[in-house]
């Protein structure tokens, strides 16, 4: 059974960090991975959708890796801001079963 | 452009009575659709998916059920609400073909049982 790990919790940074978070997966057989960001009391937005046979996806100032192999992605924030501090969700596909989530990253960008 | 509805935004409900939440989806046909449930410290949960017109799956046994009466409208109800259904629930769509491609979610409804 799939299983997504997402390490930190929670994170605070101050304005302009250059940060990373984390996204561990037990079964690598996956067919497409997904970051996606959750504003408080809102619906998921998608952000980067990377499939199995890609290593990276960028957009914006938003870089997401994916190493198949050893179950990780990371999703690298370049230059944070204010506006950045949400909850980033990473979720994997193994093709025809439902998308798994993982608990998610709360961060905090301080100005 | 499509655009995914979902009410309402916030719900109190005593426990034992009834639950409908809509969510319809505009600009697209045939979409799979989804509805999930965000409980407070234990990630989103898959409950029901729907690949066409009265095709439900179920994915954990519980106290809710799904319908999809229409092509672009999922529907998620309870006979009798228990406590522990109390949380975030999000309806999402993905173009039909791929049905776990990148999904689109509507903006959640807040249920509060009491």
């Known amino acids: 059974k799939q299983e997504v790990t997402q390490i930190p919790a929670a994170l605070s940074v101050p304005e302009g960090e250059n940060l990373v978070l984390n996204c561990s997966f037990t079964?690598?057989?996956?067919?497409?991975l997904q970051w996606f960001r959750q504003d408080p009391g809102k619906g998921l937005t998608s952000l980067l959708l990377i499939q199995s046979s890609q290593r990276e996806q960028t957009s914006g100032r938003l870089n997401a890796s994916l190493d198949k192999s050893s179950g990780r992605s990371t999703l690298y924030i370049a230059a944070s801001q204010p506006g950045d501090s949400a909850t980033y969700l990473c979720a994997v596909s193994s093709g025809n079963t439902p998308l798994v989530f993982g608990k998610g990253t709360r961060l905090s960008v301080i100005a | 452009s499509q655009t995914i509805h979902q009410w309402p935004a916030t719900l109190v409900q005593p426990v034992g009575s009834p639950l409908s939440l809509e969510c319809t989806v505009e600009?697209?046909?045939?979409?799979?659709l989804y509805w999930y449930r965000q409980a407070a410290g234990r990630g989103l949960q898959l409950l029901f998916y729907?690949?066409?017109?009265?095709?439900i799956s179920s994915e954990v046994p519980q106290n809710l059920s799904a319908s999809r009466p229409q092509d672009r409208q999922f529907i998620l109800s309870s006979k009798k609400l228990l406590l522990s259904d109390s949380g975030f629930y999000l309806c999402?769509?993905?173009?039909?073909?791929?049905?776990?491609?990148?999904?689109?979610f509507g903006s959640g409804t807040q249920l509060s049982v009491l």
């Open positions: 999402a769509w993905s173009v039909q073909g791929s049905p776990f491609e990148k999904l689109f």
């Open positions: 600009g697209t046909s045939n979409p799979n």
């Open positions: 729907s690949v066409g017109i009265g095709q």
């Open positions: 079964d690598s057989a996956i067919y497409n």
